[in-house]
């Protein structure tokens, strides 16, 4: 069994930060790549940007330069930092991650349930 779990949503004023964190949990052997998408209203979930197992990261063009991707390997967490939000970034965010369980000769992606963002004044 493993559960993806996000956290740290919430409302903040255009020009704030918030910072979201996604923990893996269960029978994890290794985690791969870890992602983050996000969903507004009546639109298509798009992607956020990614950190792979090496640090690797990118960015959708939307955020970049505003938003930072990293991932604490001890902890199993990513997390997304998120600075100088617009209101056109609230939306659903959700993470993915590439995990291969305990016993497993794959892996596959899990999904969280999502944090809910809002930006307004």
């Known amino acids: 069994q493993v559960q993806v779990v996000e956290s740290g949503g919430g409302s903040v004023q255009p020009g704030g930060s918030l910072r979201l964190s996604c923990t893996a949990s269960g029978t994890i052997f290794n985690i791969y790549a870890m992602g983050w998408y996000r969903q507004a209203p009546g639109k298509q979930r798009e992607l956020v940007g990614y950190?792979?197992?090496?640090?690797?990261?990118k960015y959708a063009d939307p955020v970049k330069g505003r938003f930072t991707i990293t991932r604490d390997n001890t902890k199993n967490t990513t997390y997304l930092q998120m600075n100088s939000l617009k209101p056109e970034d609230t939306a659903v965010y959700y993470c993915?991650?590439?995990?291969?369980?305990?016993?497993?000769?794959?892996?596959?992606?899990?999904w969280g349930q999502g944090t809910q963002v809002t930006v307004s004044s």
């Open positions: 993915n991650a590439d995990i291969r369980r305990v016993w497993s000769d794959y892996s596959s992606w899990y």
């Open positions: 950190i792979t197992s090496g640090e690797t990261t």
